[in-house]
């Protein structure tokens, strides 16, 4: 039934096109129309990497860094090393590695869940709407590094706001460690959240916008309730703004160095090793930056895989192109 | 058609360029007036804030200006970022003219070769090398090599005591052994205190805490030909001694296991929850939290009693900042001025005095601001009981690895896992692999 | 529409949880930026012993907080206005046309996405610093630098999301526009765009909370001068003392103007003027 109302939304016009066929051009104003944006990306973001791929397969230590040109080459042996799961090295990516997926999906999940529930909740409007759905973007709004330390404060054992909470609501009989041991993967899983959240709950809600209340009405006419409407309206609609949202989240979140970097400081517990901090600490800081890079470019092509598979995954499943 | 093509067109065009307009740019390196250069300077935050270096800084080196007609532009940087900028501009030949480092960046910039050599003749330039104390010209880069910056404020570490806690727990004097101190951690912790506060999760803390208790069992992180010998016995027992802070002797509370600001364990012994911390030069600190002078009460790091065969009666790492200039400035002399300026016994006498450290130059010890007993205990530590970080090109990536590995430990310890010597040992010799060949 | 009683009842419920998580650690730092120095490492209390003001006072001493703001503001807005002006651009193109390398474009922009930032922070300060050498406009250590940097970095999303936006706007619109006498462009502007408001504001917010707050390439690229909030913050955190107090009070104090904006903004998250309208 609701289909029927999904196909009467494209054949209300006049034209014979289906809904969302392109016209084909073969002139040159979309080009033009995308001259600013290839411009800016070569320049700002694939000549650099580029360059800091070429970097990968040199041996770029503090001695060849001011003249970066004679560094030695030093063709796959940075990869190898970065590879080498008996090495120390390897084996301390991997396992960064994989603290890093665990802890991306866990955070990206419940990110979109918050983000979703918020969204369909304050779809309607009610009183005090607009200062809930600012309240909702307040942690996004401050900066990283004072909001992230404040949690570094509230999950001390001893002195922090959680611990005594928890005293105080006798759900604990001893103060636990929230910032190291195994704990602390939990910790950085929740201040993600904390951050990553209201934007989720941002989109969504723009992305709500476009769906058509009559679409709602007719599906309440038909028997859905609240949660049907959600799942036979408001989900499929929202499905080229979650394909999005969903992918960019998750290579976000990945990629994220400003939250454990400021809530665990330079060395984060092992347990929470995530995967930028680590390449950082093995180039940045110890000047190895050929190293680094290669891990860099490791940790690239896995999300270009994932995002193929992504991508080629939804395009099986929706008639979107 | 035509107009709505040409309008899309300079619509295009108007918003690529738009950006470039807008905005004032600034800052670059100093421009080359032969008669009257201005240098670019960028100074390490040495101050209770930036602004108060800048004013701190500022009459200084105006009278630099005044007496030689070359300006400065003073460029303050916080301590997060000032390794990233400089590495950007090692890489991209564009930087100051003359430059703050850590001490312990030295052999690390020097192999960069962006940095000037103080070769003797450089040297006679400013004055010559004989005027800065030994200690702190043993970290100014490798051994063989000449420097490549020079000393501008010196610092090291020391015990620092809560002396009414001492005297209420009938402590009568401050320990000079690490037996000593564990018995007087037994008492203070009678009295209801953590006796020790350590920054557990500080690499900087950790690593500098480590190389000295190595250095006393007679053991060293890199042997004389700069190779890596990071799991030997004598480091491992080094760290088991600061594993056993939190576990045997239970002298620290294990949520330091926690503190990785850099701030927490000075805090703690300002406020009176812990009656000792082992800090470098603290005092602006101590007094800007509140703790009452009268109290304070600082001493040498303790040595083990008897000192092990090989090992070394050193108490703390040579730390402070080094002065140095950028290879391809442009203006070589009046840089090479500005530093002698900056080394000059008028100036190192003041800016030291002001900054709470120790000047780099013999000849400024007469100046009766540094005749106070808590100076005189820190130079005498510098002269005869500090050692500089091992001088190696490795030596940052040698931090990061050893000192990352003893967060892990203590974490360990703090969570009520046992830490053995086996696995310091393997802790090491896998931190001993990262630095690769 | 009636809602069903559960169904409010349940909202009460997800909104107030969902609320104290998102303010609980502001409550945190409001309370921290009341607190004299040596209080705020100490014991948590619910509600400070000693109140004091002198961290908002000191705040504006300790660091120069108001060039800082004024460098995030001017960069912030001019990167985000000019970014999503030049997604509007592209999202149209790929929206409503088809053409040869719109695929490759799509998919080549979002793989920027991946791209881990240090991996190319310091080539692209190197190219900062050849095109300097070679014009003479100077783009490192320049708020122009940052800005143009921070436009890229939005760019992807901005471009993807208006893109899937857009596409839910019937081409229905546009050709109603067309049959009013306008060329494409003008049906884009007078028809479209106000169409797609909510996605819109919906960028300029992310576009504009992205260079905000962006640390490491501002780490790299500002000098004193042009420095940002997200690096000059830090500033608090000296070498003989983190002054807590002053950057939580800094921190709250240079989020009002954002939150208030966000107030404003979040009228504009309305209900496009699709609904109905080509009926």
Known sequence: ?321 | MRPTKLSTLAIAAALAAAPLAACSSSGSSGSSSTTHPTLTYWATNQGTSLQADQQVLGPQIAKFTKATGIKVNIQVIPWTTVLNQITAATVSGKGPDVLNIGNTWSPSLQATGALLPFTSSVMSQIGGSSRFLAGSLSATGAPGQPPTAVPLYSLAYALYYNKAQFAAAGISSPPTTWAELIADGVKLKKNGHWPLAIEGGSVAENIHMAFELSQQQGGQFFDSAGKPTFNTPQNVAAVKQMMDFIQTDKLTNPSDAQYSKGTEALVDYATGKTSMVIWQAASGSLKQLGMNSADIGVVPVPLPSPVPAGGKPVTSMVAGINMAVFKNTKNMSAALQFVKFMTSTPEQESLNSTYGSLPTVSAAYSDPAFQTPAVNTFLSILKSSAAPMPPVAKESAFETAVGTAIIHLYADAATGKAVTDSMIGQALASAQQQLGG | MHEATWFRWARVIVLTLLGLFALTPVYVMLSASLKPLPDVEGAFRWFPSHVTVAPFIDMWQTIPLLRYLENSLVVSTTASVASVLIALLAAYAISRYRFHGRQVFSITILSTQMFPGILFLLPLFVIFVNIGRVTSINLYGSRTGLIITYMTFTLPFAIWMLAAYLDTIPRELDEAAKVDGSGPMGAFIRVVIPAAIPGIVAVLIYAFMTAWSEMLFASVLTNDTTRTLAVGLQGYATQNQVYWNQIMAASLTVSVPIVVGFLLLQRFLVAGMTAGSVK
């Open chain 1, 1 to 321: 039934m609701v289909d029927t109302i999904r196909a009467e939304k494209g054949v209300t016009a006049s034209a014979p096109s289906p809904p969302h066929k392109r016209q084909w051009r073969r002139g040159w104003l979309p080009y033009v129309l995308l001259i600013p944006a290839v411009i800016l990306e070569l320049l700002i973001h694939i000549i650099p990497m580029l360059v800091g791929v070429g970097i990968s397969f040199l041996q770029l230590t503090e001695f060849y860094l001011s003249n970066w040109r004679a560094a030695p080459f030093a063709g796959t042996s940075n990869y190898r090393i970065a590879l080498n799961i008996h090495g120390a090295t390897g084996q301390a990516l991997l396992h960064s590695f994989t603290i890093t997926v665990l802890y991306t999906v866990i955070a990206l999940a419940v990110s979109w869940s918050f983000g979703m529930a918020a969204a369909v909740f304050t779809q309607r409007a009610f009183r005090g709407r607009g200062v809930i759905r600012t309240v909702f973007l307040i942690p996004y709004a401050l900066p990283v590094f004072a909001s992230v330390i404040t949690w570094n404060f509230m999950l001390q054992r001893d002195t922090g706001m959680v611990n005594q909470l928890l005293l105080d609501l006798h759900l604990v009989h001893s103060r636990p460690f929230w910032l190291i041991g195994s704990n602390s993967f939990y910790s950085l899983v929740v201040v993600a959240i904390w951050r990553s959240w209201p934007f989720a709950f941002l989109i969504l809600t723009a992305g709500m916008q476009s769906i058509p209340t009559d679409l709602y009405e007719a599906a309440s006419l038909d028997g859905s309730g609240a949660i049907g409407q959600v799942r036979h309206v408001t989900l499929p609609l929202l499905r080229p703004v979650n394909r999005v949202l969903l992918l960019v989240l998750f290579l976000w979140t990945f990629n994220d160095f400003s939250v454990p970097f400021t809530l665990f400081g330079s060395a984060p517990p092992s347990q929470a090793d995530i995967i930028s901090i680590h390449i950082y600490e093995n180039s940045f800081v110890s000047w190895n930056f050929g190293t680094g890079s290669a891990m860099s470019v490791l940790l690239l092509l896995f999300l270009l895989l994932v995002t193929a598979i992504y991508l080629a995954a939804g395009r099986l499943g929706g008639r979107h192109a």
